[in-house]
């Protein structure tokens, strides 16, 4: 188990990166504002967690599943402001309501169900 878990943290390391690198304007255009401030914040939280992880320490799991679920859905309702993550890798399942669009990161859901499974593992041997 630990060569699945240090191929998550490897994978949360490249994708938070990449997040990191989005959110400072290094690979497209910043987010202004406050929504900058978000993703930064995130992406940051996602690295320090594959730091962590690496290591072997048990925060960087929780903090890989903290960063996978911040990321899990963006809403974007007809009439008012949306609300999305846009951190890291993302392959998107759409789902077109009356009132918004709610996308779904499938890549995020796969990542924190693993992330997970790795965390039960770990705690279940002590």
Known sequence: MQAVEKWLARVLLLNSGL??????????????GTAGTLEFGVALL??????LSLRRHPAGLWGAGLYYLLQLAGYYPADGAPWHLKAGVSLGLVLHFSQA??????VALALLAA???????????G
Do not use: D, I
């Open 46 to 51: 996602g690295f320090l967690s594959a730091v």
């Open 115 to 125: 992330t997970a499974a790795a965390l039960h593992r770990r705690r279940r041997r």
């Open 101 to 106: 669009v709610v996308v779904l990161n499938m």
């Open 19 to 32: 997040a990191l690198a989005v959110s400072l304007g290094l690979l497209g255009a910043a987010s202004a």
